[in-house]
């Protein structure tokens, strides 16, 4: 009998919450009268953007000096149909910031927005005072200036923002831009790394749009329990996007920045590819094959050969009925670049170092999302952790476990989430049983986790502070699936 009380209750709930939040992100408040697009608009093609390189204003090459503003932009995903956006120093997503390893890093953020948002550097080893999470705040018309030393390897990181109960619909709105992290190591390998010519970088994210192209949000119960799913692939803010490639090898530095969605990145043709990095940097060597599943906020950077594909290919990079870049190949311009057979060298943590154990139940739907059966609180530390321990975490998704009709019964299907931690790396050490596959066995920030998986990783801590643990399905943290830990 509790228990039915209980269903009903979280039922009503989702019921209320939903139409609270739900309608166009431009600001309809209703969407009795929405009508969802069927792919209507899938014959126009656009060519791929690339986000600019935001120039660094010092003029010493150990420091770095870069502005941001956050402000309010019109973007027409569909010709004649301009909606409201969010961006970085334009109407949608930002530049990509470029840093280097043992530089000293200074950022001016100015938040032009009606409305609070952080910027939190997502993938940066950076102290808790500088991360950008949920306690630095950015009011409207307030300016924020962290300052952090780069010391960690040549990666692919991100930024967006992380505010209270705030991240998923502003992310949605389209605050989101690329990092990358250079080093001596990165500099000495000989592969595609001329930005925005062989070395394209690809955020993916997805959208539901209307019949009229115009972006809607939470429009249904499934996006209350599972997360914002998207009817319409954007990559670098761009529906129907299209890549005129050379017959080379091109790097392609993948973000799934979207709010929910799962890919799994295969091309059309089955053309195999060599991925050479995990969220924190080089894998140790190339790792061929012929997909790469990332859940939201995971990066990839994989290296894919044209060279052999007769003039005038066209292959599809996809994820299940998702065609989400068009690559059309032609020319034959010289290749001077390699596959390398060793990449970097990866200091693991052995395991006997480890000084103890902590474990994170991943529980419930909707929400009633909660870790370890508490939902965030900005006022409780969960976890204090001694600085320059090392310890190993053991993670599990449990949700769907006892929920009766609110499980796998009226809402159906795998209950997924994933986990994210701030200002550290781990390494995976532990899925299911098994060792991971080549495919995890780099550095990571951010793990997917199945319904009833339990995955263990390894960490050490070297940066003092308050740092977030936390689902990086956006809609699950700001339902509270989101915890607080203290290294000091």
């Given at each position: 009998?509790?228990?039915?009380?209980?269903?009903?209750?979280?039922?009503?709930?989702?019921?209320?919450?939903?139409?609270?939040?739900?309608?166009?992100?431009?600001?309809?408040?209703?969407?009795?009268?929405?009508?969802?697009?069927?792919?209507?608009?899938?014959?126009?093609?656009?060519?791929?953007?690339?986000?600019?390189?935001?120039?660094?204003?010092?003029?010493?090459?150990?420091?770095?000096?870069?502005?941001?503003?956050?402000?309010?932009?019109?973007?027409?995903?569909?010709?004649?149909?301009?909606?409201?956006t969010?961006?970085?120093?334009?109407?949608?997503l930002?530049?990509?910031?470029?840093?280097?390893?043992?530089?000293?890093?200074?950022?001016?953020?100015?938040?032009?927005?009606?409305?609070?948002?952080?910027?939190?550097?997502?993938?940066?080893?950076?102290?808790?005072?500088?991360?950008?999470?949920?306690?630095?705040?950015?009011?409207?018309?307030?300016?924020?200036?962290?300052?952090?030393?780069?010391?960690?390897?040549?990666?692919?990181?991100?930024?967006?923002?992380?505010?209270?109960?705030?991240?998923?619909?502003?992310?949605?709105k389209?605050?989101?831009?690329?990092?990358?992290?250079?080093?001596?190591?990165?500099?000495?390998?000989?592969?595609?790394?001329?930005?925005?010519?062989?070395?394209?970088?690809?955020?993916?994210?997805?959208?539901?749009?209307?019949?009229?192209?115009?972006?809607?949000?939470?429009?249904?119960?499934?996006d209350?329990?599972?997360?914002?799913?998207?009817?319409?692939?954007?990559?670098?803010?761009?529906?129907?996007?299209?890549?005129?490639?050379?017959?080379?090898?091109?790097?392609?530095?993948?973000?799934?920045?979207?709010?929910?969605?799962?890919?799994?990145?295969?091309?059309?043709?089955?053309?195999?590819?060599?991925?050479?990095?995990?969220d924190?940097?080089?894998?140790?060597?190339?790792?061929?094959?012929?997909?790469?599943?990332l859940?939201?906020?995971?990066?990839?950077?994989?290296?894919?050969?044209?060279?052999?594909?007769?003039?005038?290919?066209?292959?599809?990079?996809?994820?299940?009925?998702?065609?989400?870049?068009?690559?059309?190949?032609?020319?034959?311009?010289?290749?001077?670049?390699?596959?390398?057979?060793?990449?970097?060298?990866?200091?693991?943590?052995?395991?006997?170092?480890s000084?103890?154990?902590?474990?994170?139940?991943?529980?419930?739907?909707?929400?009633?999302?909660?870790?370890n059966?508490?939902q965030?609180?900005?006022?409780?530390?969960?976890?204090?952790?001694?600085?320059?321990?090392?310890?190993?975490?053991?993670?599990r998704?449990?949700?769907?476990?006892?929920?009766?009709?609110?499980?796998?019964?009226?809402?159906?299907?795998?209950?997924?989430?994933?986990?994210?931690?701030?200002?550290?790396?781990f390494?995976?050490?532990?899925?299911?049983?098994?060792?991971?596959?080549?495919?995890?066995?780099?550095?990571?920030?951010?793990?997917?986790?199945?319904?009833?998986?339990?995955?263990?990783?390894?960490?050490?801590?070297?940066?003092?502070?308050?740092?977030?643990?936390?689902?990086?399905?956006?809609?699950?943290?700001?339902?509270?699936?989101?915890?607080?830990?203290?290294?000091?």
């Amino acid at each position: 009998m509790k228990k039915n009380i209980f269903i009903l209750i979280m039922f009503f709930s989702i019921i209320i919450t939903l139409f609270c939040r739900a309608g166009n992100v431009n600001g309809r408040d209703s969407v009795s009268d929405i009508k969802i697009a069927d792919y209507e608009y899938s014959e126009i093609e656009n060519p791929l953007p690339v986000p600019p390189l935001l120039k660094n204003s010092s003029t010493d090459p150990l420091k770095a000096s870069f502005s941001l503003t956050v402000q309010k932009g019109l973007t027409e995903f569909f010709k004649g149909t301009g909606v409201i956006t969010y961006g970085y120093n334009g109407s949608l997503l930002g530049p990509t910031l470029r840093f280097r390893r043992g530089q000293s890093v200074d950022i001016s953020v100015k938040n032009s927005l009606n409305e609070v948002t952080t910027v939190h550097w997502h993938g940066m080893l950076v102290p808790g005072d500088v991360d950008g999470g949920p306690h630095q705040i950015i009011k409207s018309g307030g300016l924020w200036h962290p300052a952090f030393k780069v010391n960690q390897p040549a990666a692919t990181a991100w930024y967006h923002p992380h505010g209270l109960g705030t991240t998923a619909v502003q992310v949605y709105k389209g605050l989101a831009g690329l990092i990358i992290i250079d080093d001596e190591v990165s500099d000495k390998l000989n592969i595609p790394k001329n930005y925005g010519v062989n070395d394209i970088p690809l955020i993916v994210q997805d959208r539901r749009f209307t019949s009229e192209g115009v972006p809607v949000y939470m429009t249904s119960m499934h996006d209350m329990m599972q997360g914002m799913l998207g009817n319409t692939i954007l990559v670098n803010g761009t529906v129907n996007p299209v890549l005129k490639a050379e017959r080379i090898r091109y790097r392609f530095r993948i973000l799934n920045g979207s709010n929910a969605r799962v890919y799994d990145f295969r091309f059309s043709s089955g053309l195999k590819f060599h991925q050479i990095t995990t969220d924190g940097g080089f894998l140790e060597k190339p790792y061929y094959t012929e997909s790469i599943r990332l859940s939201p906020g995971e990066r990839a950077e994989i290296i894919a050969d044209f060279s052999e594909l007769k003039e005038g290919s066209i292959l599809y990079l996809k994820s299940g009925n998702f065609d989400i870049l068009k690559i059309v190949v032609s020319g034959t311009q010289k290749d001077i670049t390699v596959i390398p057979e060793e990449l970097a060298r990866i200091d693991r943590i052995p395991l006997e170092k480890s000084q103890g154990d902590r474990y994170f139940s991943l529980q419930g739907m909707g929400p009633g999302v909660n870790i370890n059966g508490k939902q965030f609180n900005p006022y409780r530390i969960d976890e204090n952790i001694k600085y320059d321990s090392v310890e190993t975490w053991h993670i599990r998704n449990v949700s769907g476990m006892g929920m009766g009709m609110m499980g796998g019964g009226m809402m159906g299907g795998n209950v997924l989430h994933n986990f994210h931690a701030h200002g550290i790396q781990f390494m995976i050490t532990d899925r299911g049983g098994r060792i991971p596959s080549p495919s995890e066995q780099g550095w990571k920030d951010t793990v997917l986790i199945e319904q009833n998986e339990d995955v263990s990783v390894i960490v050490r801590f070297l940066y003092k502070g308050v740092f977030m643990y936390h689902c990086h399905i956006l809609e699950h943290e700001d339902n509270g699936m989101m915890g607080q830990f203290k290294v000091n």
